[in-house]
Nanobody, 122 residues
Framework: QVQLVESGGGLVQAGGSLRLACATSGRTGSTYSMGWFRQAPGKEREFVAAITWIGVTNLADSVKDRFTISRDTAKNTVYLQMNSLKPEDTAVYYC????????????????WGQGTQVTVSS
């Protein structure tokens, strides 16, 4: 079984920064992707960023100039550094794990964290 626990959310003013962390435990597998998704009220959960087991990253067009995804394999933790935050970034952010190498859709992911709220005030 895999457990994912997000942390680091909060309230920040527009233009500010936050770093989310996702601590993982349980079975890892030899190949996998770790992803971040977000869901705003009344909207679908959307892909934000992903990183593979060898460190290849992908980010959504809406965030690629502002967000960075990284990992610390020694700590089994994945991070999402969010800079230049905008009110439209307000959402619950979810960490997820996939056994796929290329994983960009919600259905590609098998395990999910409980989510952490990010609120950006204008």
């Amino acid at each position: 079984q895999v457990q994912l626990v997000e942390s680091g959310g909060g309230l920040v003013q527009a233009g500010g920064s936050l770093r989310l962390a996702c601590a993982t435990s349980g079975r890892t597998g030899s190949t996998y992707s770790m992803g971040w998704f977000r869901q705003a009220p009344g909207k679908e959960r959307e892909f934000v960023a992903a990183i593979t087991w060898i460190g290849v990253t992908n980010l959504a067009d809406s965030v690629k100039d502002r967000f960075t995804i990284s990992r610390d394999t020694a700590k089994n933790t994945v991070y999402l550094q969010m800079n230049s935050l905008k009110p439209e970034d307000t959402a619950v952010y979810y960490c997820a794990k996939s056994a796929r190498v290329r994983a960009f859709r919600r259905s590609d992911y098998d395990y999910w964290g409980q989510g952490t709220q990010v609120t950006v005030s204008s």
